[in-house]
């Protein structure tokens, strides 16, 4: 059974990189949508193991929850290959978290970046 873990900012750096997918929930304690948001976060991380279901709670990792500029709650950020590809605040419904799962599973982030490095490239050349 898969369950979500708490992370600290020492951690933080190695459970993004050290992992094929990450989902961050950064969240305190005294915020309603947060509290509301946590069994939909646990249900996700039971029905999909293979996926890192991390928590970060911004009053305990203030410093982690600046540095990622964090601005409200829940926030919820989902990596790939070490790679941030969603980050929206807001407390996402269970079918919208399980479709974002799907679409960040499908994605290929390899060819998203050269994408998006091909597309900087040729703003760069048309302001030239």
Request: hydrophobic letters at 45%.
């Amino acid at each position: 059974m898969a369950t979500t873990q708490d992370i600290t900012t020492a951690e933080f750096n190695d459970v993004i990189s050290g992992n094929e997918m990450v989902l961050v929930d950064f969240w305190a304690s005294w915020c309603g949508p947060c509290r509301s948001f946590a069994p939909t976060f646990a249900a996700s991380a039971e029905h999909n193991p293979d996926i890192v279901h991390a928590k970060v709670d911004t009053e305990a990792e203030q410093e982690l929850a600046a540095a990622a500029n964090i601005r409200s709650i829940p926030t919820l950020m989902a990596f790939k290959k070490g790679h941030l590809v969603f980050n929206q605040p807001g407390a996402l419904p269970p079918s919208a978290l399980e479709d974002l799962v799907k679409q960040v599973k499908d994605l290929d982030v390899e060819a998203a970046l050269a994408a998006q490095e091909a597309q900087e490239a040729q703003d760069g050349a048309d302001t030239d």
